[in-house]
Structure formats: C-alpha cells, structure tokens
C-alpha cells in the first residue's frame, strides 16, 4: 500500500499542462537523487511507461541537460544543468542578504572570505570579499579551484558516502598544485575522515603556495549542505594557531547565511 502511495505521488510529481513542463518535473526527481539513475528506476519511480519516458530523456540528454555515465545506462546531470545551478548560485535573489554577511566577516577577520558551492569535481566561488590588505590573492566570483585542495572542497568531500567520493574522485585527477598538495587517494580519504570528526578543513599551501584557508560548512535545513564558508589569507597572517579563535566567528556566519537561505526557502 505504501509502495502504491508513494508511485502514485511520483506519477503526480510529472503531470503537466504541457510537454516543456513535464520534462522540467522529470529533471525535479532526477535533481533530488544523488545517485545515477537508470531507465527502469526512473520508471519504477515515475510509472511512466518506458517509451516515453526513454523520449524525455533523450531530448534532454540532446541538448546536454542530461548525461549518460559509467556504463551508458545511468543517466546524471549534463553540463547544461550544471552551468544552470551555477548562475542561479551566482545571481541568486539571496545574493545582496549574503554579501551581507560576507562583507562585515571580512572585516571582522581582516581577510578575503568566500562562499562556495560544489560544481561536478571542481569548486566554485559563489561569492568573494577581498580584504584591503595589499598582499592578497586576489580570486573573483565563479573562480573554480580544485576539489582536493581547497579546504571547502574537502569539505563537500566530507559529506559524501566512501563510494560517492571514489565515484567522484575517479574522474578527477589529483593535481600537485604545490608541495603540500595531497595527491594520494589514501592519502586524502585519510584526511577527509579527520574533516569529519573536527567539523571544518584547511588548505595549508596546498592550493597556492603561502596561502592558508579555514573552512565550515554552511548549515541546511534539508540536512545537505551544498554552501560553504571561508576565510583566506597569506600563511603570514593566518595560519594553525588562529583556527581556535576564528572558528566561532565563521560558524556564526555560516549559520547567519543558512537563515537567509532557509528564509528564502519558506517564501517560495
């Protein structure tokens, strides 16, 4: 009964007045998982019948929305879909509230701060408030650094289950940036774990060399975080001591963000 309540209210989900919108539903349960989905589990999700739910797919995966993977049977998200989110993240309506905070952060630090969010393998820069110090890096909005050597990368890494990091990590090569960069997968697994059990990461010179970041996750109220928050600066001026004394003040704005997000989230 439960079963048939439940592909009842999928079958629900993909009604539509028209053909664009159901196809736009279809990418809503697709969206939702985060895992590959084959043909017949999205059937078995949507209890549409397989021909014609075979037809939406490939018109989405036509125009690069959706994308095949691993063994060309399971389908994910294209780069289309993925450039999507990204501009939504860029010019989202919550993005003056979340500005906001970045800026009286990056003046309460004295340093850059950024939000990010994750982009396939890669991270992307959200949001940015550079410091006025003049010795900065200097690293704009939609700036994309690498998900192994940034500390808000290990983060989102950190979030995942063992096999969808291996998954994921499998199509991403571990570049040597610097000397310190880990380039090992045992390696880096290890240090994910010790992400986990200390709820924040750093970048030591691993990205760019002299530049040392702390990072925390923005919370969600849907348990998943795709946000993250950080703070930036030359290994002169931020290093290992100061974690213990920034950490409270960047997890107050995380969570400050997480309340304009949830806020904009209740208005819909």
Not at 113 to 121: D, H, M, P, R, V
Not at 155 to 161: A, P, Q, V
Not at 189 to 212: H, R, S
Request: proline share 3%; charged share 25%.
């Amino acid at each position: 009964m439960v079963d048939q309540v439940s592909k009842s209210a999928a079958t629900q989900r993909l009604e539509g007045d028209t053909p664009t919108l159901r196809l736009f539903k279809l990418l809503e349960i697709i969206a939702e998982k985060d895992e590959f989905l084959s043909l017949q589990s999205l059937v078995d999700e949507t209890q549409i019948p397989k021909p014609t739910l075979h037809r939406m797919l490939q018109q989405l995966e036509s125009a690069n929305i959706l994308q095949r993977d691993g063994d060309n049977r399971h389908y994910s998200s294209g780069v289309r879909l993925r450039r999507l989110a990204e501009q939504v993240s860029l010019n989202s309506t919550t993005h003056s509230a979340r500005n906001a905070v970045l800026v009286q952060l990056s003046k309460e630090l004295g340093e850059s701060c950024n939000l990010t969010a994750l982009s396939g393998n890669e991270v992307i820069y959200v949001d940015r408030v550079e410091t006025q110090a003049p010795l900065r890096i200097c690293l704009e909005a939609g700036s994309r650094v690498p998900i192994h050597c940034s500390a808000t990368g290990k983060l989102f890494l950190s979030g995942m289950t063992k096999s969808q990091r291996s998954r994921l990590l499998s199509h991403a090569s571990l570049e040597q940036c610097t000397e310190n960069t880990i380039t090992d997968y045992d390696s880096l697994e290890a240090e994910i774990e010790k992400v986990k059990i200390q709820g924040y990461a750093i970048d030591n010179e691993e990205f760019i060399p002299g530049l040392f970041c702390i990072g925390v996750v923005v919370p969600s109220s849907s348990g998943k975080s795709n946000l993250c928050l950080a703070v930036q600066a030359p290994k002169i001026r931020l290093h290992e001591e100061h974690i213990d004394k920034l950490l409270p003040i960047l997890t107050r704005a995380a969570q400050k963000i997480s309340d304009i997000e949830s806020e904009a989230w209740a208005l819909k």
